[in-house]
């Protein structure tokens, strides 16, 4: 098997990057779910380092921490059924519950014991009378020396160097520890970073690029400068191709989008600096596919062939490349998920396709839905393309291929090659055109930043637990009985549990499932590699095995090993890269309804 990137390692990633900063605080679930006893020490031991060093307050909840991790810590608060059974020093947890008669076997890890602790696993430590309930532990609680120690250290006030300490380091902490340039700078660098190592974007856009700019550039080659028809088709399939690169980047930006709001809430950086690092990373690839895409279809199409009009016409697609890219990263931002965004992305590319004046002419759209032409991205920028075109001076004539289009129809050839589509003819539409495309690219990220300032956060969902509402009856029970809480049934449920009451005990009981044997052989399993689209990388390599039914197989090896690709891999879990080999169950190959039917899949 191929060592890859682990389940346990992407966690210690996530511990360390939110360990950065200032923070005081440091507030910690679970952390060790998925890891080795080994890490989970390094990981805590470096929490304790770090609190005893710069005084930051450290509140970890651990999963079954094994006794050397369980040591580390100064207090242990242990809660159960949202009542606080103990709060105080770890040293002295024993021989605070060995009052009230729990006594901690030699055998017994210390932090199991104390899980078990007001439960119905306690009965094991009982040597006299004692709690039961969770309250009733928290009622002993309060009338302990410890709580009283606990509660005189929180009420009584604090000293004048304490309260000098406090605010030193309150006043000092500053909200962010990056100026907004540096922030920016920064991230813009994280992003460049990241698309310089997406070499298969990068190739594709590319290919993309020169395919399409070849394929299209041979449809208009050398067009009629006379056709104005076939100029705004030109254009307009130069916009609509810049337009689609663009949203291809919403699924991106969603993503983006996700990694934001881990890190914005421990203030890693603020929103506008996120977000102009955000907008300044698609400059590359927008320059990229406009130059050559542009070039191939200013030049091939016949479009004037002046360096002016070639700047301008680049300038133009580089302007639109980049509104678009800042529309779909609003879109992104301010919709719930991806399927979302993506809906209303096509839709605003259809909105913007048919009311730019090209597939319906200004004239022809009705007055009710004008607006939508002039609020348009798209509609400026083909204007400006036709403008760029047909004011040039070599167009501004009256007499044209031996036409005098002054005398015939009152305008120059340029004008009368624009009225056909009623776009306006005169220069200045084109410096608008500049000024509206800059104008809309500023809104659009300003409208992003503003959603991911103000709306972006969503608040967890508030989950009430109602301690009154019993499962079942609990009359007639004595302090010493413990109650098996069970799930309510139905009367169709009840029915069916006093059938089988009737039944008599003696009958032998028979399995209601067929035992099922799992074998994979020869098992491989391949994904691109990314830095070599021609290649792939092999993370399981022929691995064979098999479970026995009423057996438990224990899958053991270091982190990263291939422990949870294999598991992903049998259970149907994997939807991309390549798998090969034979998975059989009970000797047959495993479908993939077998597999859903037969088994399941819980990763930690």
């Known amino acids: 098997m191929q060592r890859g990137v682990s389940g346990g390692e992407r966690k210690r990633v996530t511990t360390g990057e939110m360990s950065f900063g200032n923070k005081l605080v440091l507030l910690m679930d679970e952390i060790s779910t998925g890891l ?25 909840s651990l999963l079954q921490p094994p006794p050397e991790v369980f040591a580390l810590f100064d207090d242990v608060i242990l809660l159960n059924d949202g009542f606080v059974m103990y709060h105080g020093p770890r040293t002295e947890v024993l021989s605070y519950f060995e009052g009230p008669g729990f006594n901690c076997p030699p055998h017994r890890d210390v932090a199991d014991f104390l899980v078990d602790l007001g439960t119905s696993k306690q009965y094991q430590y009982e040597i006299k009378d004692a709690p039961r309930s969770a309250s009733e532990f928290a009622t002993a609680f309060e009338c302990s020396e410890i709580y009283e120690r606990l509660r005189k250290a929180i009420h009584d006030s604090l000293n004048a160097s304490q309260y000098e300490d406090v605010s030193e380091r309150m006043n000092s902490m500053p909200e962010f520890n990056q100026s907004f340039w540096s922030s920016a700078a920064t991230l813009a660098r994280r992003q460049l970073t990241l698309f310089s190592r997406d070499r298969v974007l990068l190739s594709s856009r590319i290919v993309m690029s020169l395919a399409l700019g070849l394929l299209n550039a041979s449809t208009f ?16 399939v130069v916009v609509s191709f810049v337009i689609i690169g663009q949203s291809a980047q919403v699924p991106a930006f969603v993503a983006i989008r996700d990694v934001f709001k881990k890190q914005r809430r421990p203030n890693f950086f603020r929103t506008s600096s996120f977000v102009l690092a955000t907008s300044t990373s698609q400059i590359p690839l927008a320059v990229i596919e406009t130059l050559i895409f542009g070039s191939i279809i200013y030049w091939m199409c016949g479009f004037v062939a002046t360096a002016s009009g070639f700047l301008m016409f680049e300038l133009l ?53 004008i607006w939508i032409y002039w609020i348009s991205p798209l509609t400026w920028g083909i204007r400006a ?27 120059t050839m340029g004008e009368y090659s624009l009225s056909l589509f009623d776009v306006q003819t005169e220069r200045y539409w084109l ?36 301690s009154n509402s019993n499962v079942g009856t609990t ?17 169709a449920s009840q029915l069916a549990l006093e059938v089988r009451v009737g039944i008599q005990d003696n009958q032998p009981h028979k399995h209601n499932f067929v035992p099922v044997t799992l074998a994979f052989k020869d098992l491989w399993y391949s994904v691109p590699d990314p830095t070599n689209a021609n290649s792939s990388i092999d993370l399981l390599k022929g691995v ?27 259970a149907g879990r994997k939807t991309g890269g390549q798998i090969r080999g034979d998975i059989m169950l009970n000797g047959y190959p495993a479908t993939d309804l077998a597999i859903r039917r037969a088994t399941g899949c819980r990763r930690a």
């Open 544 to 570: 064979s095995g098999y479970a026995l039914p009423g057996t438990i197989t224990a899958l053991m090896g270091s982190s990263g090993a291939g422990k949870t690709t294999l598991v992903d891999v049998i």
């Open 431 to 466: 410096w608008l055109g500049l000024g509206y495309l800059v104008a809309a690219y500023v809104l659009f990220m300003v409208m992003a930043w503003f959603v991911l300032e103000y709306w972006c956060f969503e608040n967890p969902p508030n989950l009430t637990l109602n």
């Open 317 to 369: 697609l580089f302007l639109i490349s980049m509104v678009f890219g800042a529309w779909f990263f609003f879109l992104a931002v301010v919709c719930p998920d991806l399927n979302v965004a993506n809906a209303i992305s096509m839709l605003s590319d259809l909105l913007f396709s048919i009311y730019s004046g090209f597939v319906i002419t200004k004239g022809e759209i009705p007055g009710y839905l």
């Open 36 to 60: 080795d006893s080994a890490t989970t020490f390094d990981i805590i031991s470096t929490q304790r380092s770090l609190a005893k060093a710069f005084g930051k307050t450290v509140v970890i």
């Open 221 to 236: 080659y050398q067009l009629d400068e006379v056709d104005s028809q076939l100029v705004m088709d030109a254009g307009f």
């Open 385 to 411: 393309v036709a403008v760029n075109q047909y004011t040039d001076s070599s167009f501004d004539v009256c007499t044209y291929r031996d036409v005098n289009y002054c005398e015939k129809f009152g305008m």
């Open 475 to 491: 009359e007639g029970l004595s302090k010493e009985d413990y109650v098996l809480a069970q799930t309510p049934k139905s009367n």
